[in-house]
């Protein structure tokens, strides 16, 4: 097996012949058990995954008709339930949490025939973009394991650049599949905002999380999301779709597509490096016939405040139930009251107990409409600014993160510094729009991520821009 064969040279080596599900799955859990010791992408493995492709072999050679992803190892976030599976969100509250049923999505990856391989590590309740906050230790990044691989979805990210699967899910609140993609050199689609149902995802923000697909290609993102996309009675958030034609991969050219590059991505703090490999990714669109067109998001400057005050107030809200009584880790206090505050202040680590104080303080009388109704006004100007860009441009592209993958440590300890590092992904969280990140080369020796940004449902776009960026580049 190469070392990260795609979803699509597994589906054909299953459809002739040259290997078994058995034998697939089996070489990803014996990779994990030698080389996840080091990076910590995956929190547990499933040893009935082996039965599982054995029984997807014997339906194969009976000649039974097979689902679509047939015979596929998949890792799963932390955050997302599979029945009978700890599910923690990387917290100590849910430490042995056992999921009492299974995510939509996990349910529909299952009937297409995909062979759920573990669960991933990921920042405590998604909050963060390093994956540090775990309260099961950090994730490192298989391309340099003294560096973060990015987070929330670091363990997805890592894993599947380490080649412990072909794709992992993610959920991305404010990046937290793109940005891990981005530092870890991979592919990741955060999808529309009700793409995907979020049945089954531990709820952060509910107005701004979504499930999506990290792997390594776009051509897998695209097979992975045909598969968990669509509507579901048990989100009233999701959407009814058509299906889309699928992208090609080799014949699609970028003749009159209009891209637009905003004016304010490119500032000051960024990377040089990092500003180089984007702009040589603009020039390749171009030469394939792009026309590119300065375009401005003038509330971009009002992003980060913004999300950091919608984000923990809903977050706020949805941990209120994590209250030792219900679900998971429980301090035995005097009465309730200290049960309930031993409980949380026990459980939950420092990040996660900032957000809530925040939360709760932006939520409060004589406060909220300072700042939680402010914050829904400017998002409503931040979504106006994408809806009149995308009057003139069919996509929008700029780098997914400010900087390359950091040292581990480097601000683990500085709240603001890490929240800086989402400048590029929470906008489209707060207008509900899909980013995809694709790799586009590397800087100082680590890998950076092109995001491709599009108008609410406009997936396919960002599948076709994304192929072209995956094509060789001609000599
Ligand atoms: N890094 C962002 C945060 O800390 C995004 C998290 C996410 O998308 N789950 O909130």
Not at 8 to 13: K, P, R, W
Not at 183 to 198: A, D, E, F, H, N
Not at 203 to 220: A, F, Q
Request: proline letters at 5%; glycine letters at 10%.
């Amino acid at each position: 097996m190469p070392t990260n064969p795609t979803i699509i040279s597994l589906l054909s080596s299953y459809a002739n012949k040259t290997s078994s599900a058995v034998e697939v799955v089996s070489d990803y859990l014996k990779q994990i058990q030698e080389k996840n010791g080091e990076l910590n992408a995956v929190l547990s493995t499933r040893e009935e995954a082996i039965d599982e492709a054995g029984a997807i072999d014997e339906a194969r050679a009976s000649g039974k008709e097979m689902g679509p992803l047939a015979g596929i190892p998949i890792l799963i976030k932390d955050n997302i339930l599979v029945r009978g599976q700890k599910a923690c969100g990387g917290s100590q509250i849910l430490e042995n949490y056992i999921a009492a049923y299974s995510a939509t999505v996990v349910e529909r990856l299952v009937a297409a025939g995909a062979i759920i391989l573990g669960r991933t590590n990921m920042d405590e309740f998604a909050m963060g973009s390093s994956t540090e906050s775990s309260h099961f230790g950090p994730t490192k990044n298989p391309v340099d394991p003294t560096r973060v691989p990015g987070g929330s979805s670091g363990g997805s990210a890592a894993a599947v650049a380490a080649g412990f699967a072909p794709v992992a899910l993610g959920s991305d609140t404010g990046g937290s599949i793109r940005q891990p993609a981005s530092l870890c050199g991979i592919v990741g689609l955060k999808p529309t905002y009700g793409r995907v149902s979020r049945f089954g995802l531990m709820s952060l923000s509910s107005s701004l999380d979504v499930i999506g697909p990290m792997t390594n290609t776009v051509e897998d993102a695209e097979l992975v999301m045909s598969v968990i996309e669509g509507s579901d009675v048990k989100d009233a958030t999701s959407h009814a779709l058509l299906r889309l034609e699928k992208a090609k991969t080799d014949s699609d050219t970028m003749k009159g597509k209009r891209i637009g590059v905003p004016r304010e991505y490119f500032i000051d703090g960024m990377d040089a490096e990092v500003r180089a490999r984007v702009e040589e990714s603009i020039d390749r669109l171009r030469e394939q016939g792009a026309i590119f067109k300065e375009i401005s998001l003038p509330m971009t400057k009002y992003a980060l405040e913004t999300y950091y005050v919608i984000m923990p107030a809903e977050a706020s809200s949805n941990l209120a139930r994590y209250d030792g009584v219900r679900y998971g880790f429980s301090a035995t206090g005097a009465d309730l009251t200290e049960t309930y505050s031993m409980t949380r202040g026990e459980g939950f680590g420092a990040e996660v107990k900032r957000r809530i104080l925040v939360g709760n303080f932006t939520l409060s009388a004589g406060y909220s409409d300072a700042y939680y109704h402010k914050a829904l006004k400017v998002r409503r100007l931040i979504a106006d600014d994408f809806a009149k860009a995308f009057k003139d441009v069919d996509v929008i592209v700029g780098p997914t993160s400010p900087s390359v993958a950091w040292k581990i440590g480097e601000k683990f300890n500085d709240p603001i510094a890490m929240y800086l590092s989402d400048i590029y992904t929470v906008s489209a969280n707060l207008a509900g729009i899909p980013g995809l990140s694709v790799p586009c080369g590397l800087a100082h020796g680590l890998p950076v991520g092109l995001q491709i940004l599009g108008p609410h449902f406009g997936e396919r776009e960002l599948y076709r821009v994304g192929n072209i960026m995956e094509r060789p580049l001609k000599k």
